[in-house]
C-alpha cells in the first residue's frame, strides 16, 4: 500500500479543543444581555379550530412585553421543507402540541405566568390517531387537501403469475414505532436585529432552508435574514425542520428588541418530529431452494400533523423495501398519510430502517419454510455484479455487500461460541 | 424572596453570591458565573450533561441547589485545562475521537476524572459503569470508552515521569 499524506490518516476535528474545554458555544449558552424570554402557548388537545385568543389578563402580568399569535404573523403562515402546510402559530390545532401563542418578557417566570393566563376558546375536532382511519375516504381532513399526502409505486416484472408459480409464500404484517431523535441538546437561539438584517443564532441542521422560511413567514426579502448555525449538540435529521426559529424572528422583528428561547426536554418531546411509524404488509414469494421469486409490499407512513420529509421518507421506503437482494419481480406501494400524531419527518437512516427490520424478517421466515440457514438464505439473493434493482438500476461496477455478508458471519462465528452448529 | 448567601469554591478559586435560594447548583454555574460548559439536556437528573464534581464526587448539577454547594468545592469542565492546555482526559477525548456534537462531552470528561482518581487503571467494565450516568446519542460509547483507557494510560506516565 501507498503512503499517502493526508488518506489513511486521522485527522483532529477542528471543533475538539473548543468542545474537550468548554468554550464551544451552544445556541443556549450565548448570553445576550436585556434579551427577552421567549415562551410558546402549545394545544392540549389534538384537532381544533382556534376561535378565539384573549390575552389581555396574560398582558398585565408585570415583565410580559407582548403576546403574538397567528393575526401578528406578517408574511405567509406555513412554511415546511417538502410541503408548505405547517403554521408558525396556529389557528387550526392539528396535534397536541401545536404552537398557538407566544409570549415575550423580560424573564422566565413572567412568561410562564402569562402562559397560563392566556385564554383560547377552541372548537374541538373528531381527533384522528390511526393511519388506517385516515385514509377512509369519509375521515375528516386534517389539511384542506386531504389526508392522503402522496404514493409512490415501485414496479419490476410480473408480480402476480409469479405468486402463482412460487413454491413458498410467506406473508406478514409489521408495524414500527414513533421514535423520538433525543439528542441531548434541545431547541434552542437568540436573535436580533442588526439594523434592518434580521438575524437569528440557533442549534439547526438547515441554516439554508431555515432562512427560506423564516423569510417567508415574515415576509421579509431573504438578504433581510441571516441564520447563524451555532455548535449544535446533536440532530439525527430531527433538527432539519424548524423549531424555534420563526417564534425568534418574529419578536425580534416587532419588538426590535434582542430574545431568546431555550425549550426544555419535555417541550423539545411534544414538539418537534419523530421518525415516521410504518405498518407493512409483505409478502415474498420464493422457489424451494430459498431463491427468491417475487416481492409485493404496501407501506403506510403516519407523518403525523405535518408532512416535514415524509413523502421523501416513504419514497425512500419504496425504493428500498426489497433490501440488499435481487428480486426478478417486484409490487410496492408506499403512503405517506396526515393524522393527528406528532409529526413525523427526516431521522437517520429515511425510512430504511423500518424496511429493514420487515424485509430482514421476511428472509428469515422464508429460510425457516425452505430449511436453510438465514445467512445461506441471504448469499443465495445478495446483489451481484450486474444485478439488476428493484429500480431496474443494473448495478454493473463494484458490489461489496457479498463481501460484507461473509466478513460480518466470520465475525459473528468468532464473538457468538456455538452459533452456525445449525448451519447446513 | 429572602436570599441566601452562597460562599463555595468553583475552580479553585473562592466564589461569595447572594441568590435565589431556589436555583439549582446548575443555575448559578450557567446563568451566574457564566460557566457553560456545564449542559442542561433533560433537567431531571437521567442524561448526567450537567455533571459536575462536588468535592471529590460526581453529581448532577441539575438536582442539587445552589445552597447544598455552600461550603464545598466544585469542580466544572472549565478547570481542567490549566494556561490553556489541555490536561490528558481532554488529549484523550480528542486523540481517539470521542467528542462528535461534544454536548455530552464536559459531563463524561468529569465522570472520567472522578473514576481515575480512585481507580487509576479501570477495566472496561468499570469504565462503562462509571458513564452509565451521562448519555452520549452520538457514539454508541466505544470511542468514550477507549478515551477513557487512554486517558489512564497519559496519566500513567505523567505521573511516572514527575515521580522520577
Not at chain 1, 500500500?1 to 489513511?8: D, L, R
Not at chain 2, 463555595?8 to 431556589?22: E, R
Amino acid at each position: 500500500m501507498p503512503e499517502y499524506s493526508i488518506i489513511g490518516k486521522s485527522v483532529q476535528r477542528v471543533d475538539g479543543p473548543r468542545k474537550v474545554s468548554g468554550q464551544a458555544q451552544y445556541a443556549a449558552d450565548l448570553n445576550i444581555p436585556g434579551a427577552l424570554c421567549l415562551k410558546v402557548l402549545r394545544s392540549k388537545v389534538a384537532h381544533a379550530l382556534v376561535k378565539e385568543i384573549n390575552v389581555s389578563e396574560a398582558l398585565k402580568v408585570p415583565g410580559v412585553v407582548q403576546i403574538f399569535t397567528h393575526a401578528d404573523i406578517p408574511g405567509i403562515n406555513s412554511y415546511g421543507i417538502i410541503i408548505k402546510d405547517q403554521p408558525a402559530l396556529t389557528n387550526k390545532v392539528r396535534f397536541k402540541g401545536d404552537a398557538i401563542a407566544l409570549v415575550a418578557a423580560q424573564d422566565e417566570a413572567s412568561a410562564i405566568i402569562a402562559l397560563s393566563l392566556i385564554e383560547v376558546t377552541l372548537e374541538e375536532l373528531p381527533p384522528i390517531y390511526d393511519v388506517k382511519a385516515a385514509m377512509r375516504e369519509d375521515a375528516p381532513a386534517i389539511h384542506d387537501r386531504g389526508n392522503s399526502i402522496s404514493a409512490y409505486r415501485v414496479k419490476k416484472g410480473n408480480v402476480e403469475s409469479a405468486l402463482k408459480q412460487a413454491e413458498v409464500i410467506i406473508t406478514g404484517s409489521y408495524t414500527t414505532q414513533r421514535i423520538e431523535h433525543c439528542y441531548i441538546e434541545t431547541e434552542a437561539g437568540v436573535a436580533y436585529m442588526d439594523n434592518d438584517l434580521l438575524v437569528i443564532k440557533a442549534g439547526t441542521q438547515n441554516p439554508h432552508y431555515d432562512r427560506r422560511d423564516v423569510a417567508r413567514v415574515l415576509g421579509l426579502p431573504m438578504n433581510k435574514v441571516r441564520i447563524i448555525q451555532t455548535t449544535t449538540g446533536g440532530g439525527f435529521g430531527g433538527k432539519l425542520d424548524i423549531s424555534v426559529q420563526c417564534f425568534l424572528g418574529l419578536a425580534a422583528l416587532k419588538l426590535g428588541r434582542p430574545v431568546k428561547i431555550a425549550y426544555d426536554r419535555h417541550e423539545s418531546f411534544i414538539s418537534t418530529g419523530k421518525r415516521h411509524p410504518f405498518y407493512i404488509d409483505y409478502t415474498t414469494a420464493a422457489d424451494k431452494e430459498g431463491k427468491l421469486s417475487a416481492v409485493k409490499v404496501r407501506i403506510v407512513g403516519d407523518t403525523g400533523a405535518y408532512a416535514s420529509y415524509g413523502p421523501a421518507t416513504l419514497l425512500r421506503a419504496a425504493v428500498h423495501a426489497t433490501g440488499p437482494y435481487e428480486v426478478p419481480n417486484v409490487d410496492i406501494e408506499a403512503s405517506c398519510v396526515y393524522t393527528n400524531n406528532p409529526f413525523s419527518g427526516a431521522m437517520r437512516g429515511f425510512g430504511t430502517p423500518q424496511m429493514a427490520f420487515a424485509c430482514e424478517s421476511q428472509m428469515d421466515l422464508v429460510a425457516q419454510a425452505v430449511n436453510i440457514s438465514p445467512v445461506e438464505m441471504r448469499r443465495r439473493n445478495i446483489f451481484q455484479k450486474g444485478a439488476v434493482t428493484a429500480t431496474q438500476q443494473k448495478l454493473d461496477a463494484s458490489i461489496g455487500i457479498g463481501k460484507t455478508l461473509e466478513a460480518a458471519w466470520e465475525k459473528a462465528l468468532q464473538v457468538m461460541p456455538g452459533l452456525g452448529d445449525e448451519n447446513i | 424572596m429572602a436570599q441566601f448567601h452562597l460562599e463555595m469554591k468553583v475552580n479553585g478559586k473562592a466564589i461569595a453570591l447572594d441568590i435565589d435560594p431556589g436555583l439549582r447548583l446548575l443555575d448559578v454555574l450557567r446563568d451566574i458565573l457564566h460557566l457553560t460548559g456545564t449542559k442542561e439536556g433533560c433537567g431531571e437528573g437521567e442524561c448526567g450533561a450537567c455533571s459536575v464534581i462536588l468535592d471529590d464526587e460526581l453529581v448532577d448539577s441539575c438536582l442539587i441547589l445552589a445552597p447544598q454547594a455552600y461550603g464545598r468545592e466544585v469542580i466544572t469542565i472549565e478547570g481542567l485545562a490549566l494556561n490553556g492546555e489541555l490536561d490528558p482526559y481532554q488529549q484523550a477525548f480528542l486523540e481517539v475521537g470521542a467528542v462528535q456534537c461534544g454536548y455530552c462531552t464536559p459531563g463524561m470528561i468529569l465522570a472520567a476524572r472522578v473514576l481515575l482518581n480512585h481507580k487509576p487503571k479501570p477495566s472496561q467494565q468499570e469504565i462503562a459503569r462509571a458513564i452509565s450516568g451521562n448519555l452520549c446519542r452520538c457514539t454508541g460509547y466505544a470511542k468514550i470508552v477507549q478515551g477513557v483507557e487512554i486517558a489512564a494510560s497519559i496519566k500513567e506516565t505523567k505521573e511516572g515521569v514527575s515521580r522520577a
